[in-house]
């Protein structure tokens, strides 16, 4: 019998200008923002280091939130891909 076992990870703090409160209307260009965000340079957690080395195929979203993860993490996705990226945030009009 073969051990398999998939590991999800969420991505590294989105790198976002801070706000209190946002109306609905700057709620879009939030999302936007949010959408083409990268990761802050924190520290990777140890823990995580760990875990994803333990790991024999990465693969990734599309988000460059995402992206910049897996390049913190020191490895590379054989495969990318926006079917793994997280539901659209709703807005209103």
């Known amino acids: 019998m073969v051990n398999r076992e998939i590991i999800l990870m969420r991505h590294g703090q989105p790198k976002l200008a801070a706000t209190d409160k946002i109306s609905a209307l700057e709620m879009n260009d939030w999302i936007e923002q949010y959408d083409r965000s990268e990761i802050t340079?924190?520290?990777?957690?140890h823990a995580s280091m760990q875990l994803a080395a333990t790991a024999t195929v990465i693969v990734s979203s599309s988000a460059p939130r995402a992206l910049t993860s897996v390049q913190a993490l020191g490895l590379k996705p054989a495969l990318v891909d926006?079917?793994?990226c997280e539901a659209q945030l709703p807005c209103g009009h």
């Open 41 to 45: 340079h924190h520290p990777v957690p």
């Open 82 to 84: 926006a079917l793994f």
